[in-house]
């Protein structure tokens, strides 16, 4: 599909080619110089400010709503404002209708202070956040490398113990007759040396 976005875009990607970008405040100077038509639209800051919230509709609906059967299946869906609560579905726009009921309570209205709890971001992981000061805080232009690649809060991922580590202690703690026994490599059938096969064999 060729339309007025993809047109957009590729502005943006002329732009960013030719600019040196470290921060999130650069991006946003490239998006908004790249065209007339472009401006950037933050939906959080590097600091952790969150601009547009995330709401956990699933947790806050189910509490309300029942979940339609098999909803994936069907194609054509009808509500009226005559019967509040009610879905007409139709695999088919020839096939035969059938209603449902997605409220649990019919006399439930929602309001609009009734929102369900934010989630918030989770942030880059402290594999991530390690990669990123050590590996690109170098390229950061300067006076933004604490905002893009800060230190991080937690110890580097090899000072924590490790999973492998901790099953190899308990591996030793466990007698030998209980230990997990290795297979055995494979035996060349003709020189009963290991390796090769009897088709490779050169004895």
Known sequence: TKFAPDWCFGLLKQRFRKTYVSSLEDLVEVVNSSAAVNTAQLVGTQDGEVI?????????????MNKVPKMKSCHHFTFSSASPG??????????VSTTFSILKDSEWVPSAQDLPPTIPPSGLSNNCQWYLYRQIREFCREGTEDQTCPKPALPPPEELPRVEQAEEEALETVPASQAPKRPCPRRCGKCGETGHTCRTCTS
Request: charged share 15%.
């Open 52 to 64: 547009v919230p995330c709401y956990d509709w699933s947790s806050f609906l189910g509490k309300y």
């Open 86 to 95: 009610i879905v007409t579905l139709k695999q088919y726009s020839d096939s």
